[in-house]
Every structure is written in structure tokens, then in C-alpha cells.
């Protein structure tokens, strides 16, 4: 059932990245901010992080282990290559949009797996790392061209 509800979400990641065409952020956008009024809370980014963990927890252990986590980077490479054949893409910043996702950036302990205490820990700094201009929500501006 969870890899039906990943096919059906990739699919809709798909479908939304080609309706947002040269929009950088929109796609995040749309995925992220709950109560679509066009920017991203710290609240928001901390309950679709938690989602997101409990979706790539397949074993339900209460860990990301590096088979979870290699589920979960496929599914992210899949999302952005979509965003990129469509046009979509990131903007500036490309190399730091998905890093706050990887296992090394939320395995504060290193033992090689992610609780989902230490991958909420991360949110905030996962938040600062998108939110370019600091103005403590993340909106489309924060995906444009950075001077």
C-alpha cells in the first residue's frame, strides 16, 4: 500500500512540476505550504518533515535506515528530474535544495541511521538553508537568482 501511495505521489510531484513551468519554488510551493497562502512556515516545514518520515519509515521501526533512506533519495531524484524536464528545476541554490534531506545532514548521532528525533531536530536548519533571504518563510522569491 505505501508504494501505491509513493507511485500516486510521485505522479502528482510530476503532474505539478509541469504546471509550474519556469516558476522556480513553485513546485515546493504548492507541495509545502499547507494553508496554500503562497509562503512556507517553520510550523508547515515540521509537519510535512514529520509526513515525509513516517512515509519512508517502510519498516516502521522509527528509524530511516540507509535501505529507507535509498527509497527516499530515489524518490527525491525522481522528483527533480521530473522538475527538470519540465522546466522547472530549482533556480540558484540547486546544490543546497536537497541536502537537508540526506542522511548525513540528519544523522546527528552518525550511526549510520536517522530517528525521527534527530530528523526533526534538523528541521530548523533544513528551514534556514531554504529560506535565502532570512525573512523566516519560504516563498518562491527564495528560489530565484541570489546576488
Known amino acids: 500500500m505505501k508504494r501505491i501511495l509513493l507511485l500516486s505521489a510521485a505522479i502528482a510531484l510530476g503532474s505539478a512540476a509541469i504546471a509550474q513551468q519556469g516558476n522556480p519554488g513553485a513546485h515546493f ?11 512556507v512556515t517553520l510550523a508547515e516545514a515540521t509537519e ?38 519540465s ?18 545532514f540528519n544523522d546527528v548521532n552518525s550511526d549510520g541511521k536517522v530517528s525521527r528525533d534527530e530528523f526533526m531536530s534538523r ?12 525573512d523566516g518563510v519560504i516563498t518562491t522569491a527564495d528560489f530565484g537568482p541570489r546576488n
Request: hydrophobic share 30%; net charge negative; proline share 1%.
Open 123 to 134: 528541521t530548523p536548519d533544513w528551514f534556514a538553508t531554504k529560506d535565502s533571504n532570512s
Open 48 to 85: 510535512k518533515r514529520s509526513d515525509i518520515f513516517f512515509t519512508f519509515d517502510e519498516d516502521g521501526s522509527g528509524f530511516l535506515s540507509a535501505s529507507d533512506y535509498a527509497m527516499f533519495d530515489e524518490a527525491r531524484a525522481n522528483d527533480q528530474a521530473n522538475m527538470e524536464q
Open 87 to 104: 522546466g522547472q528545476g530549482y533556480g540558484a541554490g540547486k546544490g543546497q535544495q536537497g541536502q537537508g534531506m540526506t542522511l548525513e
Open 29 to 39: 510551493i504548492e507541495n509545502w505550504d499547507a494553508n496554500e497562502d503562497g509562503q
